[in-house]
T-cell receptor
């Protein structure tokens, strides 16, 4: 597996502001994914971040709301823009590829976001 | 489109006993992977076990084993000798066989372990 960290671990934000979540891996990976888990729900994929190319967004998620960066093979950021209370969720990054193999995703500890 | 169904929102087991969590899925692909992830209150998603569809042998990891029935599209998780630390949400997940396949999750089963 890999050691995956996310910052911040939790935050409380005001409506209309933006928050950037960082995901750092201790080894190079091919794929990095961002998921949202709304309260009491399962995980929903927001987008896939590939190094050197634009992120691929799932239906219902747009770049203006959730811009993603992937500057290298060990790091990615997800920004939640112009937040509303409906954005209150746990945001998780996951990784796969390179030494981890391509068929299994390993998850970071998640970021708990509360929007007031 | 692929779907994953977990029909048991909650389950309970006595410590040291065995419990089985159910999962069914729907796909038209022949090559895919199935996973069980555990999410304790700390919210970290922890990989419990994985199964490649082309392998007939059921995967095992210590106290955790699966019953993979490909024709029935069923993928249940058996936890033996349940421990208090097994209490968590358990998610069944599907991934297609392509190199960039995304995970599709079921709604989860909340497992309680009684001392």
């Amino acid at each position: 597996s890999a050691v995956i960290s996310q910052k911040p671990s939790r935050d409380i934000c005001q409506r209309g502001t933006s928050l950037t979540i960082q995901c750092q891996v201790d080894s190079q990976v091919t794929m990095m994914f961002w998921y949202r888990q709304q309260p009491g729900q399962s995980l929903t994929l927001i987008a896939t971040a590939n190094q050197g190319s634009e992120a691929t967004y799932e239906s219902g998620f747009v770049i203006d709301k959730f811009p993603i960066s992937r500057p290298n093979l060990t790091f990615s950021t997800l920004t939640v823009s112009n937040m509303s209370p409906e954005d209150s969720s746990i945001y998780l990054c996951s990784v796969s590829g390179r030494g981890l193999g391509t068929d299994t995703q390993y998850f970071g500890p998640g970021t708990r976001l509360t929007v007031l | 489109a692929q779907t994953v169904t977990q029909s048991q929102p909650e389950m309970s087991v006595q410590e040291a006993e065995t419990v089985t969590l159910s999962c069914t899925y729907d796909t038209s692909e022949s090559d895919y992977y199935l996973f069980w992830y555990k999410q304790p209150p700390s919210r970290q998603m922890i990989l419990v076990i994985r199964q490649e569809a082309y392998k007939q042998q059921n995967a095992t990891e210590n106290r955790f084993s699966v019953n993979f029935q490909k024709a029935a599209k069923s993928f249940s998780l058996k936890i033996s000798d349940s421990q208090l630390g097994d209490a968590a949400m358990y998610f069944c997940a599907y991934r297609g066989g392509g190199s960039q396949g995304n995970l599709i999750f079921g709604k989860g089963t909340k497992l309680s372990v009684k001392p």
